[in-house]
């Protein structure tokens, strides 16, 4: 089957110019101006990649990119003539990959167009399994059947437990889990007062093995008097 790639780029002469050079690695394109027309190219392919530009005339593409992590784990590489940080920092948040600042060499983009298609399939993250047996958040990847977790192509060593704790997070991202119903889930057994010490104790490890600081994080957050969720 062909690779196929989202292009959405509202430059006409930036978008063909990528599309050539995409065509000429035998790639199959996707060529969108606005992103009206990307969300319903998502919503009808079976995409491999996006290459989304950040401003577009309609749906900016932080936006398309919440919009496929609602529902997909291909790679995003996003395009933004700003070379800001927070543009940076906005998009790998929201679930971007990779991120190219224009104006860039289109060898430079296929290069990286590549290296994303590897590092995704070598993950097999939906050819093997279902979607929802593999979870992508950002860049932390939790593999339900293999019981492995990566966080930014990294390997994380995790107990059974902090996967399993991990694990339900994941799946309820952006949802709080209280305190009772995660434990009653990891650990299978009636929740007493006492029990939120031990969630406690494996959220501080879960977080040292991320390195996901409790005073500032960036995956799992307390909601004080409630549980915890999971969101990026």
Not at 6 to 20: G, P, R, Y
Not at 63 to 91: H, W
Not at 144 to 157: D, G, W
Not at 177 to 204: C, Q
């Amino acid at each position: 089957m062909p690779t196929k790639i989202l292009v959405v780029e509202d430059e006409k002469s930036i978008a063909n110019l990528i599309e050539l050079y995409l065509k000429n690695e035998n790639f199959t394109v996707f060529k969108c101006y606005t992103g009206a027309e990307a969300i319903r190219v998502i919503e009808t392919e079976k995409l491999d990649i996006a290459i989304l530009d950040i401003m577009l005339p309609d749906i900016d593409g932080f936006s398309i990119c919440q919009k496929i992590r609602e529902s997909y784990n291909f790679p995003i590489i996003m395009l933004t003539a700003k070379d800001e940080e927070v543009d940076k920092i906005t998009g790998l948040t929201l679930g971007a990959d990779d991120y190219i600042t224009k104006p860039f060499r289109p060898l430079e983009l296929i290069a990286r167009v590549k290296a994303q298609l590897r590092r995704f399939t070598k993950y097999n993250q939906s050819n093997t399994y279902p979607k929802e047996d593999i979870i992508s958040i950002g860049g932390l990847v939790v593999d339900k059947n293999t019981h492995q977790c990566f966080l930014n192509e990294k390997p994380l060593s995790l107990t059974p437990t902090e996967f399993s704790i991990l694990w339900v997070l994941c799946e309820n991202k952006g949802q709080v889990v209280n305190s009772e119903d995660l434990f009653k889930k990891v650990w299978g057994d009636k929740y007493f007062t006492n029990s939120n010490n031990t969630i406690m104790v494996h959220i501080r490890h879960l977080r040292e093995k991320m390195n996901d600081p409790a005073e500032n994080p960036k995956y799992i957050k307390t909601v004080w008097g409630v549980g915890y969720k999971i969101e990026n």
